[in-house]
T-cell receptor
Framework: AQSVTQLGSHVSVSEGALVLLRCNYS??????LFWYVQYPNQGLQLLLK??????LVKGINGFEAEFKKSETSFHLTKPSAHMSDAAEYFC????????????FGSGTRLSIRP | SQTIHQWPATLVQPVGSPLSLECTVE??????LYWYRQAAGRGLQLLFY??????ISSEVPQNLSASRPQDRQFILSSKKLLLSDSGFYLC???????????FGPGTRLTVL
């Protein structure tokens, strides 16, 4: 069955530094892959979504992710971290051929040091 | 555009009391609707989902129930709350394309 793993429950970077949050999926190429962001006491907001149309996906707030089939990865990056990026980030993958049911990773909390 | 509402935003309830959380979606029809729970420091757990009025699928046996009395309304209920029901409850919807789930603002439930 499909699953998703996020390496690192907590990542801390300095303001202005590169942000790299890791996500690996478990089995066959999924139809979609998602990154969501959650700010304290708020719901999840969609950052970006992979479809088969492009392997490099650009999202909101300057984030992007690259789908790498050979590595079964979908890592999230941002060239320069901003204090407002501090939040919890979730990678997610559908269980089947649609997003009718999706599985979430355990989340990575991103902290930004001044 | 579509919007999703949840209320209340926060709730503090004693053990053994009933619960009713409401979720409504605007700007779409016949969505899939979902209830998730996020316990402190943990990921998201799917509790219920619905593909239409009166159609509820339960993912985890528990003290909670869900109902969908109208196309764009999803209700999470309990007759008697337990301490373990505390958490952050999120409602989500997916359109007929079923290619993305969109989340509401959440309800913080504390059971004392």
């Amino acid at each position: 069955a499909q699953s998703v793993t996020q390496l690192g429950s907590h990542v801390s970077v300095s303001e202005g530094a590169l942000v790299l949050l890791r996500c690996n999926y478990s089995s066959s190429v999924p139809p979609y892959l998602f990154w969501y962001v959650q700010y304290p006491n708020q719901g999840l907001q969609l950052l970006l979504k992979y479809t088969s149309a492009a392997t490099l996906v650009k999202g909101i707030n300057g984030f992007e992710a690259e789908f790498k089939k050979s590595e079964t990865s979908f890592h999230l990056t941002k060239p320069s971290a901003h204090m407002s990026d501090a939040a919890e980030y979730f990678c997610a993958v559908p269980l089947g051929s649609s997003a009718s049911k999706i599985i979430f990773g355990s989340g990575t909390r991103l902290s930004i040091r001044p | 555009s579509q919007t999703i509402h949840q209320w209340p935003a926060t709730l503090v309830q004693p053990v053994g009391s009933p619960l009713s959380l409401e979720c409504t979606v605007e700007g779409t029809s016949n969505p899939n609707l979902y209830w998730y729970r996020q316990a402190a420091g943990r990921g998201l757990q799917l509790l219920f989902y619905s593909v239409g009025i009166g159609q509820i699928s339960s993912e985890v046996p528990q003290n909670l129930s869900a109902s969908r009395p109208q196309d764009r309304q999803f209700i999470l209920s309990s007759k008697k709350l337990l301490l373990s029901d505390s958490g952050f409850y999120l409602c989500a919807w997916a359109g007929q394309g079923l290619d993305t789930q969109y989340f509401g603002p959440g309800t913080r439930l504390t059971v004392l």
